[in-house]
């Protein structure tokens, strides 16, 4: 029995660990950041998609829990944002850099 209780008290921690480990990551991963490809696009237009994460995180959380980018396409986000935007006070360059986020993070329309 030498030591049983020091080899649980090791293995016990790890799946401690992984099981934060993975509640963090599918958090972040609700709001996920998005590819370097989409970035650099989004930087010719001069908008900062990484900026327009974070007014959404910042701004977006106060009434309600923020609501993954993929729950809606493009063409949902384009209509349920000018409410919200407002409803946020954000200024004119904050909300369309966060709309091009969520527009950029939102799953795909569906083909008509
Ligand atoms: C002042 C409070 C408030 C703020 C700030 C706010 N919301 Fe909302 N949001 C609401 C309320 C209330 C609803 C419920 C339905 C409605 O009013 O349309 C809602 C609903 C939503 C919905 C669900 C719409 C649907 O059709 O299911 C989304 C998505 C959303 N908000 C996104 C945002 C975004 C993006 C921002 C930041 C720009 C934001 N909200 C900021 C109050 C707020």
Redesign the pocket.
Known sequence: MIGLRAIINKVGAYPLLIGMAFVWVSCMSAVPHLSKQQLDDAKSKHIDLEAGRR??IN??????EL?TPA??NKT??MQ??P???Q??H?SISD?TE?LAY?CAAAKPNEVQ
């Open positions: 007014t959404y701004n977006c959380s106060g009434c309600h609501h729950e809606f949902q986000w349920i944002f409410k919200m935007s409803k946020a954000l909300s966060a969520l």
